[in-house]
């Protein structure tokens, strides 16, 4: 056990501070192209093998993580393809893995819920979407020193670009989909959520002399947590903002504050919710 909890320390510090290990390179990729298989075939579509190569990056793999480095150094998100060969590489073969396997094997293996192939992915996954959270709010602190809300708007885009991509896919085919900006949900609490707790964790406690140790145990934490989720079928994060929003629709009708027309909640749509196996990696150093 204590091996096991040093090699997942290791992996966390590696991949948020260093580069990207293709440990958890490779398993993220494979279970978000599996996703991104999963949501098309929802929506009853065929497979067209060059959109969804492309598109998958964008929609359940790097679209987070691109989206934060755009934020951060103002560049268009599709250089960040041809900047890093790595990430090119090992989506293609993980494309071909999850498309063009012998049987179908990797997309039946990886659809298995509780298959330990599925559930390796999945810890790989989760440790990828909160060490790049971390490299990321770190970065935003190195980069934007004088805008505090910085981190948490950094968290809000990695756990929410994807579903724009999405969004823009479905616009595309007519269909009337709400935003994250129109509707927040669980990926904005997510995200809200897990940038304070780090920050926090990383750098405000012991004045940020226990930061490594606070990243590895919040790994070890979301890791466990994600399975639970999985497992359960729950999402804790779904309606986590709505206290908030109730106490705040409370003190405006109250108070009358605003427009009386301000609505701090809006049903007219079904929101297309994201989700860390949706939106994630590429943190601040990579």
Request: charged letters at 15%.
């Amino acid at each position: 056990m204590e091996k096991l909890v040093r090699g997942v320390g290791h992996l966390a510090l590696r991949n948020a501070d260093t580069d990207y290990p293709l440990a958890v390179h490779v398993p993220h990729s494979l279970l978000s192209i599996v996703a991104y298989r999963h949501w098309r075939e929802r929506q009853g579509l065929q497979s067209r093998w060059l959109y969804d190569l492309l598109a998958s990056i964008f929609t359940h793999s790097q679209g987070g993580g691109i989206g934060c480095k755009a934020f951060l150094e103002g560049k268009i998100p599709m250089h960040y393809l041809a900047s890093r060969s790595d990430y090119a590489h090992i989506h293609f073969l993980c494309y071909l893995a999850a498309y063009w396997s012998p049987g179908d094997m990797v997309f039946r293996t990886l659809s298995q819920r509780f298959n330990p192939l599925r559930l390796l992915c999945l810890s790989m996954d989760s440790l990828d979407a909160v060490t790049s959270l971390a490299g990321l709010v770190d970065a935003a602190r190195r980069k934007q020193p004088g805008n505090l809300l910085a981190p948490v708007m950094v968290g809000i885009v990695l756990y929410n670009s994807g579903s724009i991509y999405r969004l823009l896919d479905e616009r595309s085919r007519g269909k009337a989909t709400a935003s994250f900006l129109y509707e927040p949900g669980s990926g904005v609490s997510r995200g809200v959520v897990m940038a304070l707790l780090y920050w926090y964790l990383g750098h405000g406690f012991c004045g940020g002399q226990q930061r490594n140790k606070a990243l590895v145990a919040l790994t070890i934490f979301y890791i466990l947590f994600d399975l639970f989720q999985d497992a359960t079928g729950v999402d804790a994060f779904a309606n986590a903002h709505k206290p908030m929003l109730s106490c705040l629709s409370a003190l405006h009708d109250h108070f009358q504050l605003g427009p009386r027309t301000c609505r701090l909640e809006s049903t007219s749509f079904k929101q297309t919710v994201s989700h860390p196996s949706d939106d994630s990696s590429m943190n601040g150093q990579k």
